[in-house]
T-cell receptor, first 115, second 111 residues
Framework: GAVVSQHPSWVICKSGTSVKIECRSL??????MFWYRQFPKQSLMLMAT?????????EQGVEKDKFLINHASLTLSTLTVTSAHPEDSSFYIC???????????FGPGTRLTVT | DAKTTQPPSMDCAEGRAANLPCNHS???????VYWYRQIHSQGPQYIIH???NNETNEMASLIITEDRKSSTLILPHATLRDTAVYYC????????????FGTGTRLQVFP
C-alpha cells in the first residue's frame, strides 16, 4: 500500500516551453501534497505545499507564477513549469500525505532537462 | 532550516551493522524523529520513526537518547543495496507539518 506515482519519469523540453508533471496517490487519499526540487549532489528543497481544493503555499524564493500547482482531487496534484529555462533542469519529487494517518509517501521523481 | 545535524558521509562493510547518528538538540516535546533514505535518482523511502522509545521494524532500529537530543539509526546487517543518503528529520506527527530535509549522511556499503 501507500504508493505514489509520478508521470513522466523523465522529460526533455526546449527552452521557453511548459512542462506538466503529475503526482498521484494510488491507494490512499491525500489532502496535502508537497513538491520538492533536488539539484545534483544536493538535498531535497521544498518548493510548495498543495492542499486539495485550495491554492498552494509556496516557500520563500519560489516563483508561484512559474511553478503552477493544481490539486484538484484527493489523488492528483500537478506541477507545471512554465517557460522553462535550462536552470530549471532538476529532479522534481512529490510526496502525498495520507489523510488517514498523516504519514508522507514519496513519488519516484521526475527528471526534467531543459535544452 | 533543518533542525538536525548529521555527518556528511560514512562507510560500512557489508554484513556489519551501520550506525548512523543524528543530533536534534532543539527538538520539541511533540516532535518525532523520522528517518528516510534516498537511493540514487529515486524518491525518498520511509524507514522508521519514534518519539522517545526505541523502535524496531523489519528495516532498522531507532535508538533515541533519554534527553531526546540525539538518535541513532541502526541497520543491523548492511548490504550493498543499503548504499544511499540517509536523512534524519524531526516533525510533529499526525498533522500536516512539512518535512524539511537537511544534508543527510551518505552511507557507502562496501564488499
Amino acid at each position: 500500500g501507500a504508493v505514489v506515482s509520478q508521470h513522466p519519469s523523465w522529460v526533455i523540453c526546449k527552452s521557453g516551453t511548459s512542462v506538466k508533471i503529475e503526482c498521484r496517490s494510488l491507494d490512499f487519499q491525500a489532502t496535502t501534497m508537497f513538491w520538492y526540487r533536488q539539484f545534483p549532489k544536493q538535498s531535497l528543497m521544498l518548493m510548495a505545499t498543495s492542499n486539495e481544493g485550495s491554492k498552494a503555499t509556496y516557500e520563500q524564493g519560489v516563483e508561484k507564477d512559474k511553478f503552477l500547482i493544481n490539486h484538484a482531487s484527493l489523488t492528483l496534484s500537478t506541477l507545471t513549469v512554465t517557460s522553462a529555462h535550462p536552470e530549471d533542469s532538476s529532479f522534481y519529487i512529490c510526496s502525498a500525505q495520507d489523510r488517514a494517518d498523516y504519514e508522507q509517501y514519496f513519488g519516484p521523481g521526475t527528471r526534467l532537462t531543459v535544452t | 532550516d533543518a533542525k538536525t545535524t548529521q555527518p556528511p558521509s560514512m562507510d560500512c562493510a557489508e554484513g556489519r551493522a551501520a550506525n548512523l547518528p543524528c543530533n536534534h538538540s532543539t527538538i520539541s516535546g511533540n516532535e518525532y524523529v523520522y528517518w528516510y533514505r534516498q537511493i540514487h535518482s529515486q524518491g525518498p523511502q520511509y524507514i522508521i520513526h519514534g518519539l522517545k522509545n526505541n523502535e524496531t521494524n523489519e528495516m532498522a532500529s531507532l535508538i533515541i537518547t533519554e534527553d531526546r537530543k540525539s538518535s541513532t539509526l541502526i541497520l543491523p546487517h548492511a548490504t550493498l543495496r543499503d548504499t544511499a543518503v540517509y536523512y534524519c528529520i524531526v516533525r510533529v506527527a499526525y498533522n500536516t507539518d512539512k518535512l524539511i530535509f537537511g544534508t543527510g549522511t551518505r552511507l557507502q556499503v562496501f564488499p
